[in-house]
């Protein structure tokens, strides 16, 4: 489901980077569809890039090591980066915007949307799906400006779409932030979990 969501959202290209491939699955469907002329597929892991080579053989490129290093320069048209924690997305691409980007960080979504819009990237499309008994966000980024509000940092910039799998989640966190010792931080978060509840009225 998670890599279908991603799938969805690549467009046709003349470079295609995966970021951390994995067993090359994305890549694959990539190739399939005939979206991209080359197709590079990046993992520091050596186990993964094998497994990523024997589904694809010669129709991607293989390049092993850490994040965008290994690419030397190449500047993919879209480079997808996901199954990472926000941090180490946000460590890669330190003092890099490329032309489009889509991510699925795990962990610490708030500050990744902070700041990449502030850091040279726009948002264009922003959501949730559940896969697996869990919830991910998935974010498409272009080059531009763009300024967020506190609701779209903490929720996603269309929030307000209230699709399903961002409603249910939402109860979810509200759930677990009324059980949970009133602190300042969880009455703040209640706060905002409540906000964005009014704008899906």
Same mark, same amino acid.
């Given at each position: 489901?998670?890599?279908?969501?991603?799938?969805?959202?690549?467009?046709? =290209? &003349?470079?295609?980077?995966?970021?951390?491939?994995?067993?090359?699955?994305? =890549?694959?469907?990539?190739?399939? !569809?005939?979206?991209?002329?080359?197709?590079? !597929?990046?993992?520091? *892991?050596?186990?993964?890039?094998?497994?990523?080579? +024997?589904?694809?053989?010669?129709? !991607?490129?293989?390049?092993?090591?850490? #994040? $965008?290093?290994?690419?030397?320069?190449?500047?993919?048209?879209?480079?997808?980066? *996901? /199954?990472? /924690?926000?941090?180490?997305?946000?460590?890669? %691409?330190?003092?890099?915007? $490329?032309?489009?980007?889509?991510? *699925?960080?795990?962990?610490?979504?708030?500050?990744?949307?902070?700041?990449? @819009?502030?850091? #040279?990237?726009?948002?264009?499309?922003?959501?949730?799906?559940?896969? #697996?008994?869990?919830?991910?966000?998935?974010? &498409?980024?272009?080059? /531009?400006?763009?300024? $967020?509000?506190? %609701?779209?940092?903490?929720? /996603?910039?269309?929030? +307000?779409?209230?699709?399903?799998?961002? &409603?249910?989640?939402?109860? $979810?966190?509200? &759930?677990?932030?009324? *059980?949970?010792?009133? @602190?300042?931080?969880?009455?703040?978060?209640?706060?905002?979990?409540?906000? !964005?509840?009014?704008?899906?009225?």
């Amino acid at each position: 489901m998670r890599l279908n969501e991603i799938f969805v959202l690549i467009d046709k =290209c &003349k470079i295609f980077a995966d970021i951390g491939c994995d067993h090359g699955q994305l =890549c694959k469907k990539v190739a399939d !569809a005939g979206l991209a002329e080359r197709i590079l !597929a990046v993992d520091i *892991s050596d186990a993964c890039l094998n497994k990523a080579r +024997n589904l694809l053989g010669d129709r !991607a490129e293989y390049y092993l090591g850490d #994040g $965008l290093n290994p690419l030397n320069g190449i500047l993919p048209d879209i480079t997808v980066i *996901s /199954g990472m /924690g926000g941090n180490t997305i946000l460590h890669i %691409l330190k003092d890099r915007v $490329l032309p489009c980007l889509i991510i *699925s960080p795990q962990g610490d979504v708030y500050k990744v949307r902070d700041e990449l @819009t502030q850091n #040279g990237y726009k948002i264009i499309e922003d959501k949730v799906v559940f896969d #697996g008994g869990k919830y991910y966000d998935i974010i &498409k980024l272009l080059r /531009g400006e763009q300024h $967020l509000t506190d %609701l779209q940092k903490t929720f /996603g910039v269309f929030f +307000n779409r209230g699709e399903e799998a961002f &409603k249910s989640r939402l109860l $979810l966190e509200k &759930k677990k932030t009324l *059980s949970f010792k009133q @602190t300042e931080v969880n009455i703040k978060k209640l706060q905002l979990i409540e906000e !964005a509840e009014k704008c899906l009225r």
